[in-house]
């Protein structure tokens, strides 16, 4: 038998069990912050050489100068061409359903006129320079170009710089082809904190960014809320999870492999069932140690449920859905017959997966919405990454003589208030001087 725990909600003790089993702490010990904020340091102090030194000693190859670092964007142009067809056509479908999709997240300016001419507004523009994390050796994730920076090129940002660690100087040829194909302005081969602190602060060859984005390791995690505040970042995210509630009507087959695709990402990695019918929870058991000998990470699937995972047998499909909102999962799979009218009752969830025939994967390569989806419990406050994070919101005011009057009234009486003398006589100044 599988050593997945099986928790139910009847139990006195279930939520002090649940809360357990979901505490993670996303970013890690002292050591690691030692290491990540001596790699910033010294990036910011030797720049360009300090990236070279870091490339040699952490990827084991080294680069005859700083240019070396740079990949040319003819290099991702040859990926492109020598992939296989079916890659090609698999990552042109992804980028125009992504690109679909997040075409309709864009926010436009807007203003207003007030009856005595006073203008608001908003005026909504772009970043102008977004660093991408991509992480490379085994970790070669090409989805994860698509997913950062087609929301970036739609939002309208000037230029797009990738860095992607390569261990022994080894490329990955599809992570290239999604870099072309996507439109990534410039690539470096430098990973591990010592890329984020490049793109963060600048350095003779690679150019600081306003914004960085994109997955990485514990150290890249460290780093990038090390730097946050000199610029910005998307999200520090934690383990990849997947919730699923289902009424029991599911090849149990279908459940266990959703629960493996994520338990397959990393012994970290968290996969839930919750369903009310206790019968059935015992067929998903059952299917998962059928289906666990024939994966190809059957050690780091395994792991991963029995450290994190769980079957919970619970009342009702009511109370999954409360269940559901205090995990706030990254990923939700309803398996039911009518998850229009369940996710309504869903408060918080990075991606709401309905129906039976919607797999989690889909998600994470081709449906359209983002897969940078906040994990850890954040999505009880935060969102899926989209084209908002790369815009900017400045506010208009445009104050005419007439609401000077009246506004600067208004804001004289509470600068007083406050004992902010030079705020309310720099108000006053407009009125006074047209009575």
């Known amino acids: 038998m599988s050593d997945i725990r099986l928790l139910n909600t009847a139990d006195a003790d279930f939520m002090q069990q649940l809360d357990q089993l979901l505490a993670w702490e996303s970013v890690s010990d002292g050591a690691v912050n030692n290491t990540v904020n001596d790699i910033i340091q010294a990036i910011r102090e030797q720049g360009d050489q300090a990236l070279l030194d870091f490339t040699n000693r952490f990827d084991g190859w080294q680069a005859a100068d700083a240019e070396a670092l740079e990949i040319p964007l003819d290099r991702l142009r040859q990926a492109w061409e020598g992939i296989p067809a079916d890659q090609q056509q698999a990552l042109q479908h992804a980028v125009e359903r992504?690109?679909?999709?997040?075409?309709?997240?864009?926010?436009?300016?807007?203003?207003?006129?007030?009856?005595?001419?006073?203008?608001?507004?908003?005026?909504?523009?772009?970043?102008?320079?977004?660093?991408?994390?991509?992480?490379?050796?085994?970790?070669?994730?090409?989805?994860?170009?698509?997913?950062?920076?087609?929301?970036?090129?739609?939002?309208?940002?000037?230029?797009?710089?990738?860095?992607?660690?390569?261990?022994?100087?080894?490329?990955?040829e599809l992570v290239l082809a999604a870099a072309h194909i996507c439109g990534v302005d410039r690539v470096f081969a430098v990973g591990g904190a010592q890329a984020v602190a490049a793109l963060a602060y600048g350095t003779e060859l690679i150019p600081p960014v306003d914004k960085v984005v994109g997955p990485g390791n514990i150290y890249v995690a460290t780093a990038k809320r090390a730097v946050f505040g000199q610029v910005g970042i998307d999200m520090v995210a934690g383990p990849s999870e997947i919730l699923v509630i289902c009424d029991g009507n599911t090849n149990p087959d279908w459940l266990a492999m959703d629960l493996f695709s994520q338990a397959e990402h990393d012994e970290d990695a968290q996969s839930i069932l919750l369903c009310p019918d206790a019968a059935f929870v015992e067929r998903v058991r059952a299917s998962i140690d059928k289906l666990l000998p024939t994966m190809e990470r059957e050690p780091i699937i395994a792991t991963a449920l029995k450290e994190?995972?769980?079957?919970?047998?619970?009342?009702?499909?009511?109370?999954?859905?409360?269940?559901?909102?205090?995990?706030?999962?990254?990923?939700?799979?309803?398996?039911?017959?009518?998850?229009?009218?369940?996710?309504?009752?869903?408060?918080?969830?990075?991606?709401?997966?309905?129906?039976?025939?919607?797999?989690?994967?889909?998600?994470?390569?081709?449906?359209?919405?983002?897969?940078?989806?906040?994990?850890?419990?954040?999505?009880?406050?935060?969102?899926?990454?989209?084209?908002?994070?790369?815009?900017?919101?400045?506010?208009?005011?445009?104050?005419?003589?007439?609401?000077?009057?009246?506004?600067?009234?208004?804001?004289?009486?509470?600068?007083?208030?406050?004992?902010?003398?030079?705020?309310?006589?720099?108000?006053?100044?407009?009125?006074?001087?047209?009575?």
């Open 98 to 172: 992504v690109q679909d999709y997040h075409q309709r997240q864009k926010i436009d300016s807007w203003s207003y006129t007030e009856a005595d001419g006073t203008l608001l507004g908003q005026q909504v523009t772009p970043l102008d320079r977004v660093g991408l994390y991509v992480p490379g050796g085994k970790a070669a994730y090409p989805s994860s170009v698509v997913m950062n920076a087609i929301p970036a090129k739609v939002a309208g940002v000037a230029e797009l710089i990738m860095v992607v660690p390569t261990p022994k100087g080894e490329l990955n």
């Open 308 to 435: 994190r995972g769980a079957l919970i047998t619970c009342r009702d499909l009511e109370q999954a859905c409360e269940v559901a909102n205090h995990i706030a999962p990254e990923h939700l799979e309803l398996s039911v017959d009518d998850p229009l009218a369940l996710a309504k009752q869903i408060k918080h969830a990075g991606a709401i997966f309905m129906g039976r025939y919607t797999s989690e994967p889909l998600g994470d390569y081709c449906a359209g919405p983002n897969h940078v989806l906040p994990t850890s419990r954040t999505a009880r406050f935060s969102s899926p990454l989209g084209v908002y994070d790369f815009q900017k919101r400045s506010s208009l005011i445009m104050v005419s003589k007439e609401g000077s009057a009246t506004l600067g009234k208004t804001a004289s009486v509470l600068a007083r208030g406050e004992g902010l003398t030079a705020h309310a006589r720099s108000a006053e100044y407009r009125f006074e001087a047209e009575e």
